[in-house]
């Protein structure tokens, strides 16, 4: 069984540049994650889907991340314009249904500039 | 509402010795609970997990967790400490209520001393 993938695995970019994340969760999984981990702290939840539907957002920055989820697969995290405080590593993960194992993809480390 | 409180950011045991990671809960719902795991520079992987059967639940490489709804906690331990269980442990809750919300704990970092 393939897992979660991502890319790219980094990013270097100047503040107020904008920049995009890639997700492909594992083949049948309903529910996917975006999580953003800044050194020395847990994963904080950005959004999560249930299919192509947002069933959680409350911790997106929405003035400038934005997320989808076309067709219930993959998914694309923006940024833009991007801050220092953006220097992160953005999880994916994917789960079958609530109570089930989240899967995380590898990660993006971005380094804002 | 949910969340999660993990009451260590940083235990330090010696090799051989038993490991307490301790993990507080406030949940709405009755929740499913997780433990996970992560090596430096390596993706996060899952210990254990509890979703309302046993309360005891064993995991990966030894470890288990116990959920206590009287006090609200669910803490990892382990009898003996390897080297190889270096690493950051996070304590996750997710509600069964209508959103099925994800909130992770902020993390213990586990030192086993040789």
């Known amino acids: 069984e393939a897992g979660v993938a991502q890319s790219p695995r980094y990013k270097i970019i100047e503040k107020r540049q904008s920049v995009a994340f890639w997700c492909n969760p594992i083949?049948?999984?309903?529910?996917l994650y975006w999580y953003q981990q800044i050194l020395g702290q847990g994963p904080k939840l950005l959004i999560q889907f249930q299919n192509n539907g947002v069933v959680d957002d409350s911790q997106l920055p929405k003035d400038r991340f934005s997320a989808e989820r076309l067709k219930g697969v993959d998914s694309t995290l923006k940024i833009q314009p991007a801050k220092l405080e953006d220097s992160a590593v953005y999880l994916c993960?994917?789960?079958?249904?609530?109570?089930?194992?989240?899967?995380f993809g590898p990660g993006t480390r971005l380094t804002v500039l | 509402a949910q969340s999660v409180t993990q009451l260590d950011s940083h235990v330090s045991v010696s090799e051989g010795t038993p490991v307490l990671l301790r993990c507080n809960y406030s949940?709405?719902?009755?929740?499913?609970l997780f433990w996970y795991v992560q090596h430096p520079n390596k993706g996060l992987q899952l210990l254990l997990k509890?979703?309302?059967?046993?309360?005891l639940v064993k995991g990966i490489n030894g470890f288990e967790a116990e959920f206590k709804k009287s006090e609200t906690s669910f803490h990892l331990t382990k009898p003996s400490a390897h080297m190889s269980d270096a690493a950051e442990y996070f304590c996750v809750v997710s509600d069964s209520g209508g959103y099925q919300k994800v909130t992770f704990g902020t993390g213990t970092k586990l030192q086993v001393i040789p």
């Open positions: 949940s709405s719902y009755s929740p499913s």
């Open positions: 993960a994917s789960s079958s249904g609530w109570g089930t194992e989240q899967f």
């Open positions: 509890y979703t309302s059967a046993a309360t």
């Open positions: 083949s049948g999984h309903a529910t």
